[in-house]
């Protein structure tokens, strides 16, 4: 149980492309996603908390108009790198939580790279 | 600033060896305790948590030890296997809200 999917696992665009990509909870519904960015061998650095129906909360010093967050239903939330440039390049993961419970579970990452 | 502090940075074990890697945190608020294993180019996956009322929780080969006092926790792996090869991460959190998670640690186990 406590699936998480997420999608496009790698994506390679050029500069000035804006990219999707999705988080899905498959077997549970979750009131709250997480989005955060990893660079190589470092740590997962939180980005945003994302709430069902709600404004997603941002971290201090992560461009709300660079990095939308849309959490539309229970068991979908977007993030859209709008305007993507090389130093966007990284790897994004979300993950959700099933509502009153602690554990968060990961998608299993996308790759960004951006020419 | 780090909430919480990981080490070490990288650990190579022989195989059938213990595997320990250390975290501490400063704020008593906090509740939750996890740890989660990456394989590159994969999400972490939860591997066993424990809550500030116990102070050691074992699930296999993975024990978590955990001292209240000294803001300290600690991952044990008992008979590490190559397939443990992973980084491992702590983490922190209070009443559901986000995680804090520690910087780390690349742990290899040799054959």
């Known amino acids: 149980g406590a699936v998480v999917s997420q999608h496009p696992s790698w994506v390679i665009c050029k500069s000035g492309t804006s990219v999707k990509i999705e988080c899905r909870s498959l077997d549970f519904q979750a009131t709250t996603m997480f989005w955060y960015r990893q660079f190589p061998k470092q740590s997962l650095m939180l980005m945003a908390t994302s709430n069902e129906g709600s404004k997603a909360t941002y971290e201090q010093g992560v461009e709300k108009d660079k990095f939308l967050i849309n959490h539309a239903s229970l068991t979908l939330s977007t993030l859209t790198v709008t305007s993507a440039h090389p130093e966007d390049s990284s790897f994004y993961i979300c993950?959700?939580?099933?509502?009153?419970?602690?554990?968060?579970?990961f998608g299993d990452g996308t790759r960004l790279s951006i020419l | 600033q780090q909430q919480v502090k990981q080490s070490p940075q990288s650990l190579i074990v022989q195989k059938g060896g213990i595997s320990i890697i250390n975290c501490a945190y400063e704020n008593t608020a906090f509740d939750y305790f996890p740890w989660y294993q990456q394989f590159p180019g994969k999400g972490p996956a939860l591997l066993i948590a424990i809550r500030p009322d116990v102070s050691e929780k074992k699930e296999g080969r993975f024990t978590i030890s955990f001292n209240k006092s000294a803001k300290q926790f600690s991952l044990h792996i008992m008979d590490s296997q190559p397939g443990d090869s992973a980084t491992y991460f702590c983490a922190a959190s209070k009443e559901g809200n986000q995680f804090y998670f520690g910087t780390g640690t690349s742990l290899t186990v040799i054959p």
């Open positions: 993950s959700a939580r099933l509502p009153g419970a602690q554990p968060q579970h």
